[in-house]
């Protein structure tokens, strides 16, 4: 019990899943954020399905537990509806790269201001291990007995070359970072994208180790977009260093103030109904 | 009784359709009830397209397809049925006699329609000042082709003095234009859509006036991402609504599941073309009546209405908003390419008696649950930002939002979410769930577009009577079965291959309709094609 978002649900993650470590991260971050002023009715959580939308039930805040790899639409509508609201998407790395890439790009390009957690564990967890399209060549999932046989994409270079105006990765094995990352993230004026690798511990174990002795901090956002892109593409998600930090960031207009978004249910609409029939010009 | 037809022809990119907006404005202000029928190929320049103008003294509500008069904008006369023209009134450029074509009207394409549009109301004595009316209605800068127009009247030659009722003018709409204004009248705040032939008429609307009316409209990446961005919108708290077509909704229909699972109220609009697959995309069909009405897995309760004309357009937009929000369930309008993109005269328009309400609870108590369970299967609906936790839920939950497997609540949801349809049920037998037009014992039974048709084949049908059905889910079953049981014969029209009401009517009401009209080539029925159809069956 670290705060007024828990909740009284049955934790169903694999006893010492790495998830509860950023469970706790994240509940910290939202702590913070009232504690700097944010209405905590404000904030809204959009998860998809996986393990990864299992937060959904463990956060006590406003949530859609919508469909497997949908989160961000149906975050981004949210947004549409209500721009005062703060959101924050869950997703798992099937959600976000496999299902839902579509959905990743435009947002990407679009830049609604919302933030998007993607945990990473390079597999399909819930449905019991099979690979995505981060796993590693020769990955023996559960269908693939003879090891995956195709290489991993980097999604992040893509939502960078998209247009996402945040790019950042972190590990939950380092909550203080984090949480750190959290915060630059909501801060952030626009579509941010967040990395959580998160070794799965039940069918991946050597990821832990992996990732502690292979990571290494990034300091600061990369000056430019390219800069940037070499960050991201030096580690392609089979082998070498894995880069962690804020990799870009770039202030730019948000949807919602392009398209002057506002909160429509305080609208008091009159229908002109004698209006109705005019001929567009 | 006067009842003509003229048919437009011509090349797309010509302005057939536009010209043909005109003559059926031009009618309407001169008095006449009028139908337009726009028949087009899926492609942008080229082709040959065509619209039919009928119009009549009398009311009417479909086409003919023998002409009275044609305008001819393609000289090639490729697929040009001459042997449907009964006079020799034939219109094209070669009406323009160059020697007094002034040099201050560019003879360009439009202006040589505009002329011809004047040269045929000359020809039947209506006086310039209805065409006037018209292009100052449709047009910005309207003079240059007053002009034309006025060209061509003068060197027109009269042929028959029609006469003129310019007291009785009337709207010219197309079913388009309803679902636009209802769902306007129904306080739209977001329209999200991908385009797709023929829903995309809404969208363009709908955009035109987004600004000024304060509405967000806008396009999504795919109809995935639009119905999962208007169920975040709509949960978020806004009046939303979606648009597509067949294969649109196909890609929608996990998400309409959602929305039933989830109770997040949504508007979506239905348009249909001729399927299956890409079809024929530019032509009509009601071929998704079934997929429409069982779309999404799982089982749960939604609403399904078909309109017939523009009024019932904007009657049953607005119906489908408030049973959406109030009831918190999927609510469809069924439309089609044939409705969508018609003009249909209308004397008045109509608003029901229903206020535009968003149905969100004002001050949430500190027990707020979103899923409370309730006599009635609706729970009051609050959005993020209030005082009070809003969580919707894709899994199963209980009644605070949060995930369960547990049987028995399993089961409390499922009943609680059935128990919206006896609500709905009640709502909907006050507002019409059948029409019945003309007296008779025996029935024609239909729905959607062919309504247009039906009712103006009835005039010389004796003793048939026209059963409308307007509500497929919840389906008005005692009305239907009634009106099936006390005729002595029973005829099934639908613009689809395997009579697609007809199966769902067997399904709801045990009531197996033998003999059936079909049309499925992707044109819609004239009343001529039924009157024939239906004395061969007798």
Redesign the interface.
Known sequence: MISEFD?S?INTWCPSCLNNIALRSVKKSFVALVKDGLNK??L?V?AD?GCAGKF??YL????????HG?AL??????????P??KVFAFLGDGGAYAEGL??L??LSRLNPDLTALVFNNRIFALTINQVTPVTEYGYRGSTTPEGSADHPYNPLSVALSAGASFVARVSVLNPEMMESVIKKASQHQGFSLIEVLQPCLTFRPDDRIQLQKQSYLINKPASSQAAAQKIIRSWNYESGRIPLGVFYQQKRPTWEER?Q?Q???R?K?K?G?QS??Q??? | MIRKSVLIRGRAGQGINFTATLLGQMLSFAGYYVFIYRDYASLIRGGHNFNIVTFSDQPLYSHDEKFEAVINLDRSNQDFRKDLVRKDLVLDEKKVNQDEWPKDIPQNQYQINNFLLGYLAGCWGLPTKFLTQSLRKELKLWQLAAAAVKLGIRQSVLREKLPIYPSHERHLLTGTNGIVIGSIASGLDVYLSYPMTPATGVLIELANQAKQRKMLVAQIEDEIGVINTALGASYGGAMTMVGTSGGGFALMTEAMSLAGMAEIPLVIYLSQRTGPSTGVPTYTAQGDLNFARFAGHGEFPRVLVAPGDPQEAIDRTMEAFYLAYRYRVPAIVLSDKHLGESYYSLDQITFPRIKPDRFIVERPGANYENYALTASGVSPRAVPGQRAWARANSYEHGPDGFTVEDSQMVKKMNDKRFRKESGLAKKISNWQPVRSWGRGRNLIIGWGSTQGAIRDSLSELRGWQFLQVSYLAPFPRVEVKKAIDRAERVVLVENNATGLLGQLIALETGCLIKDKILKYDGRPFTSHEIINQIKRIL
């Open positions: 909740t649900q009715r404000k809204t959009v399905i959904f039930d006590n805040v406003n949530g859609f537990y919508g469909l949908r639409p149906t975050a981004f509508g949210v947004k549409m509806a209500n005062e609201l579509n959905h790009v435009h398209h978004i909160n429509w249910r609208l609409r229908i109904y109705l029939n001929k567009r010009s």
